[in-house]
C-alpha cells in the first residue's frame, strides 16, 4: 500500500469515526470537497447524497451493504486501488455491525405490548400468580368439562403475557386434560355483552 499511511489501512478502522477520517484524509489529499465528490458520484452512475456522504466523512456512520456500490464509488474516486477496495467494503460492514458506543442494549421487556410466545424465557416474577391459574384450571376441568377460568385486571397488568401458552406452560400440562383454550377479550360494559362473548367460545 504504498503512499497510504498505515492508519488508512481499513483492518485497523476501530470505528465509524477511524472510517470517515481515513475517508476525509484522503480527500484532502486530492483536494476534494463534499460537493465534488457527490456531483463525480452522480456523473459515474452512482449518485451518493450530500447530507450521506457528509455522515460517512465525519464518523456518523458507514455505508450499509445496501449502499456498496457507492461506497465502491466513492473509494474509486478517492483513488484507493482497486486490489484494496473489497477491504474498505469488509470494514464497513465490519464497524457497521458494531452498536455505537453508548448504544442502548436489547431490553427483554416488550414495553407496553404482550410478551410473544418466543419471549418464554424473559418472562418471570409471577410464580404466584402462575400458581394460582394452574389450580383455577384444575378445578376448572374436575367440575365441569366446560369449565371457564376468567383472567381480569386492569388495562396493562400482564393478562395476555401470563396467558400466552408459551409464558404459562404449566398451565396446559396441569389439568391432566386436552389442551385449554385461551381466548383475550375485550368485554363490552353491559353483561348481555360478556355472556354473548363466551356463549360464541364454545
Same mark, same amino acid.
Given at each position: %500500500?504504498?503512499?497510504?499511511?498505515?492508519?488508512? !489501512?481499513?483492518?485497523?478502522? %476501530?470505528?465509524?469515526?477511524?472510517?470517515?477520517?481515513?475517508?476525509?484524509?484522503?480527500?484532502? !489529499? /486530492?483536494?476534494?470537497?463534499?460537493?465534488?465528490?457527490?456531483?463525480? +458520484?452522480?456523473?459515474?452512475?452512482?449518485?451518493?447524497?450530500?447530507?450521506?456522504?457528509?455522515?460517512? %466523512?465525519?464518523?456518523? +456512520?458507514?455505508?450499509?451493504?445496501?449502499?456498496?456500490?457507492? /461506497?465502491?464509488?466513492?473509494?474509486? @474516486?478517492?483513488?484507493?486501488?482497486?486490489?484494496? @477496495?473489497?477491504?474498505?467494503?469488509?470494514?464497513?460492514?465490519? @464497524?457497521?455491525?458494531?452498536?455505537?458506543?453508548?448504544?442502548?442494549?436489547? +431490553?427483554?421487556?416488550?414495553?407496553?405490548?404482550?410478551?410473544?410466545?418466543?419471549?418464554?424465557?424473559?418472562?418471570?416474577?409471577?410464580?404466584?400468580?402462575?400458581?394460582?391459574?394452574?389450580?383455577?384450571? $384444575?378445578?376448572? =376441568?374436575?367440575?365441569?368439562?366446560?369449565?371457564?377460568? $376468567?383472567?381480569?385486571?386492569?388495562?396493562?397488568?400482564?393478562?395476555?403475557?401470563?396467558?400466552?401458552?408459551?409464558?404459562?406452560?404449566?398451565?396446559?400440562?396441569?389439568?391432566?386434560?386436552?389442551?385449554?383454550?385461551?381466548?383475550?377479550?375485550?368485554?363490552?360494559? !353491559?353483561?348481555?355483552?360478556?355472556?354473548? $362473548?363466551?356463549?360464541? =367460545?364454545?
Amino acid at each position: %500500500m504504498s503512499g497510504v499511511e498505515s492508519r488508512d !489501512r481499513p483492518a485497523e478502522f %476501530m470505528s465509524r469515526k477511524d472510517f470517515g477520517e481515513a475517508l476525509t484524509r484522503r480527500a484532502q !489529499r /486530492l483536494d476534494l470537497s463534499q460537493t465534488a465528490i457527490a456531483r463525480e +458520484s452522480k456523473r459515474r452512475g452512482e449518485l451518493i447524497r450530500a447530507g450521506t456522504l457528509a455522515n460517512w %466523512m465525519v464518523g456518523n +456512520s458507514v455505508p450499509s451493504v445496501n449502499l456498496t456500490d457507492q /461506497l465502491r464509488t466513492l473509494l474509486r @474516486i478517492l483513488q484507493v486501488p482497486e486490489t484494496e @477496495i473489497g477491504e474498505w467494503v469488509q470494514a464497513a460492514r465490519r @464497524i457497521g455491525e458494531t452498536p455505537k458506543p453508548g448504544a442502548a442494549i436489547d +431490553s427483554p421487556w416488550p414495553g407496553l405490548a404482550s410478551f410473544a410466545p418466543d419471549q418464554a424465557e424473559d418472562f418471570y416474577g409471577r410464580d404466584d400468580v402462575q400458581q394460582r391459574l394452574r389450580a383455577a384450571v $384444575a378445578r376448572a =376441568w374436575e367440575d365441569t368439562a366446560c369449565g371457564i377460568v $376468567a383472567v381480569t385486571g386492569a388495562s396493562g397488568a400482564g393478562k395476555t403475557s401470563l396467558l400466552t401458552p408459551c409464558c404459562a406452560p404449566d398451565c396446559h400440562r396441569a389439568s391432566g386434560s386436552p389442551p385449554v383454550r385461551i381466548r383475550t377479550e375485550r368485554f363490552g360494559r !353491559r353483561a348481555r355483552s360478556t355472556k354473548r $362473548a363466551v356463549n360464541s =367460545w364454545w
